[in-house]
């Protein structure tokens, strides 16, 4: 229904801050939740924070709550990921992904029906 594509992923040093950015195109709806995830070599994909487009609200992980902002931009249907006081462990591919049928309560579990190809974050210690 939608394409996603993800930009800003690079290499920081520890406790230094990166933005990533997720477009948006094709048939674009202003309802969508949207949301980051992410996946470390050899582990699962994990939820980092979620935004519903509507109601504006936000869900973190707990690993990420207090360092990184979710946010968003309806007019250029974009979402966007302020990630500061960078660890070690953020290390991973990031994904967006986007759903017009995500609840409150289902903004960190999904299921999330489109996703984009990921862009890669490095976090030097």
């Known amino acids: 229904q939608i394409q996603l594509v993800e930009s800003g992923g690079g290499l920081v040093q520890a406790g230094g801050s990166l933005r990533l950015s997720c477009a948006a195109s094709?048939?674009?709806?202003?309802?969508?939740?949207m949301a980051w995830f992410r996946q470390a070599p050899g582990n699962d994909r994990e939820f980092v924070a979620a935004?519903?487009?509507?109601?504006?609200?936000?869900n973190y992980a707990d690993s990420v709550k207090g360092r990184f902002t979710i946010s968003r931009d309806n007019a250029k249907n974009t979402v966007s990921l302020q990630m500061n006081s960078l660890k070690a462990e953020d290390t991973a591919v990031y994904f967006c992904a986007a759903d017009p049928w995500i609840t409150f309560a289902t903004m960190a579990s999904g299921p999330y029906a489109n996703w984009g190809q990921g862009t890669q974050v490095t976090v030097s210690s």
């Open positions: 935004i519903s487009w509507n109601g504006g609200h936000t």
């Open positions: 094709g048939r674009t709806f202003t309802n969508y939740a």
